[in-house]
């Protein structure tokens, strides 16, 4: 079975920064989308970035505005591994940070529906992200 295995998370004051890593197991990206979902107390899971790996192996990224600038994602084929690397960490960045995984769409639909948790057949167990002012 397809395994996502989320590492990096912690506590860091505003300002800083944080690497995550997804660890995939039996997952192939090409035609399919990694992305990062959080979510707080309370709170619903928000979609954060997601990569989407073309037959081509050519990737895009999508990344929601209240990151983008701050937020990069990235993927290392070689390692099954994708990153999310968060810099000027703000306290309201501060939830359980989870990896997710998914073909369900194409690519098409993922432009513009990558946010959605319905397109994502496969979930990690979340790391937690806790930034202090």
């Known amino acids: 079975d397809v395994q996502l295995v989320e590492s990096g998370g912690g506590s860091v004051q505003a300002g800083g920064s944080l690497r995550l890593s997804c660890a995939a197991s039996l997952y192939t990206y090409r035609e399919s989308c990694v992305a990062w979902f959080r979510q707080a107390p309370g709170k619903e899971r928000e979609g954060v970035a997601a990569?989407?790996?073309?037959?081509?192996?050519?990737?895009?990224?999508y990344y929601a505005d209240s990151v983008k600038g701050r937020f990069t994602i990235s993927q290392v084929n070689a390692k099954n591994t994708v990153y999310l690397q968060m810099n000027n960490l703000k306290p309201e960045d501060t939830a359980m940070y989870y990896c997710a995984a998914g073909d369900r769409y194409g690519a098409s639909r993922y432009s513009r529906f990558w946010w959605s948790p319905d397109g994502y057949k496969y979930w990690g167990q979340g790391t937690q992200v806790t930034v202090s002012s």
């Open positions: 990569i989407y790996t073309l037959y081509t192996n050519d990737n895009i990224t």
